[in-house]
C-alpha cells in the first residue's frame, strides 16, 4: 500500500480557538486520502501580537507546511513579508491564505471567491441592478470585489466610518469603472430602489447584537445576505425572512473560502458538497 502524502497547514490569528477550520480542512483532507494536519497559531495563546508575523511564517516555512491561512488583525499586515501576490489579493489589499511554493511564498484572498461562489450557488438569479454593502472593512472589501466581479451594476456602501465607505468605493471605481460603487450615510437613502443587501459588519454577531439597519427597511422584494456566521441566522436573517426576503447566510462564504484554500494547500479538488455537509453538520452540534 502506498504511504499516505502529508500536508501540514496552519491558521495565523487572535482568538481563534473556536475556528472550524482545522476541523474543515482535516475532514476532507482524510476522505482525499491526505495525512493532512491543521495547526491553530493563535497570538492570543502565544500572547503575541501582529509583529510576531515574520517569525512565525519563517518557522512555518522552515517546518514544511504547504501554507498557511490568515485572519484577523493579520489579512493586510501580512502582505509585506510575501513575495508575490494573485491579482485578486493584490486588487483587494488583503490576504487570507498564504502558499509556501518552490521557495516563494504566494498570498491568495479566497474570502472574496468564497463568496462569490456561494452567491452563484445560492443568489446567481437575483437582481443586482442596485446592491447595498453595509460594512467596508476586510470582509466588505472582498465581497465588494465579488458582487462587481458578478456584474453588480452600482454597488452603495454604507459604514459608520464614512471615511472607510468612501475609500473603499473610490478604489473599487478606480479597479471596475467611474460610478460602479459610490459611499452614502443614509441607510434608507442607499436601499432606495435596492435589488439586495450584503450584511458585512459585525454587527449579528453575539458580542454585537442587533441589526445594522431599522427593520422597516427590510421590504419584502430586497434579497439579504449576511456574511456572520457565528450564529448562522443572525437578527438580521430572522428578520428578513418574517418580512419575505430572500436571504442568504454566511454559510457558503465560511466553506467556499476553505474550499478554495484546500485546492491551493494540496492541488486536489475538494468535494465542495461533502464540506458544506460536514459544515452543517459541526454548527448544529
Ligand atoms: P472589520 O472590522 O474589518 O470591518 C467591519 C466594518 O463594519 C468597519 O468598517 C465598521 O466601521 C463597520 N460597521 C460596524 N458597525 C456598522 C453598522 N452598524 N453599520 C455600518 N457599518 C458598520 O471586520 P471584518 O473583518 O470585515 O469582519 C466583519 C464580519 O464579517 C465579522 O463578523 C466576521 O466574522 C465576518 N466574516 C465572515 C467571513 C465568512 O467566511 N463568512 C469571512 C470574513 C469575515
Not at 40 to 62: F, K, Q, Y
Not at 111 to 134: H, N, P
Not at 223 to 230: E, G, K, N, T
Not at 256 to 265: E, M, N, P, S, T
Request: overall charge negative; aromatic content about 8%.
Amino acid at each position: 500500500m502506498q504511504a499516505k502524502r502529508s500536508i501540514l497547514v496552519g491558521l495565523i490569528g487572535a482568538g481563534i480557538q473556536s475556528s472550524l477550520s482545522p476541523a474543515m480542512h482535516m475532514h476532507e483532507g482524510e476522505a482525499q486520502g491526505l495525512r493532512y494536519t491543521y495547526r491553530l497559531i493563535d497570538l492570543d495563546v502565544l500572547g503575541r501580537t501582529a509583529a510576531a508575523l515574520p517569525e512565525l511564517i519563517a518557522s512555518a516555512e522552515r517546518e514544511g507546511f504547504a501554507g498557511l491561512n490568515i485572519t484577523f488583525p493579520c489579512k493586510q499586515a501580512v502582505i509585506e513579508w510575501l513575495d508575490e501576490l494573485s491579482p485578486d489579493a493584490r486588487a483587494i489589499g488583503a490576504v487570507n491564505t498564504v502558499l509556501f511554493t518552490g521557495g516563494r511564498r504566494i498570498g491568495h484572498n479566497t474570502d472574496w471567491s468564497g463568496f462569490a461562489e456561494s452567491f452563484r450557488r445560492r443568489m446567481g438569479d437575483v437582481g443586482r441592478g442596485r446592491v447595498v454593502l453595509f460594512g467596508a472593512g476586510g470582509a466588505g472589501a472582498a465581497v465588494a470585489h465579488a458582487l462587481l466581479t458578478l456584474e453588480t451594476a452600482t454597488l452603495v456602501l454604507v459604514d459608520t466610518d464614512r471615511f472607510r465607505a468612501a475609500s473603499l468605493a473610490d478604489t473599487l471605481c478606480r479597479r471596475f469603472g467611474a460610478g460602479r460603487a459610490i459611499a452614502l450615510d443614509d441607510a434608507a437613502a442607499a436601499l432606495q430602489g435596492a435589488d439586495g443587501m450584503v450584511n458585512a459588519t459585525p454587527v449579528g454577531m453575539a458580542k454585537f447584537p442587533g441589526l445594522p439597519l431599522p427593520a422597516n427597511l427590510l421590504l419584502p422584494e430586497l434579497w439579504v445576505a449576511d456574511v456572520v456566521y457565528f450564529p448562522l441566522e443572525t437578527t438580521l436573517l430572522a428578520e428578513a425572512t418574517a418580512r419575505g426576503c430572500r436571504t442568504m447566510s454566511g454559510e457558503g462564504m465560511a466553506v467556499f473560502q476553505a474550499v478554495g484554500a484546500f485546492r491551493l494547500f494540496s492541488g486536489v479538488e475538494p468535494d465542495a458538497d461533502r464540506m458544506l455537509a460536514h459544515f452543517a453538520e459541526l454548527t448544529r452540534r
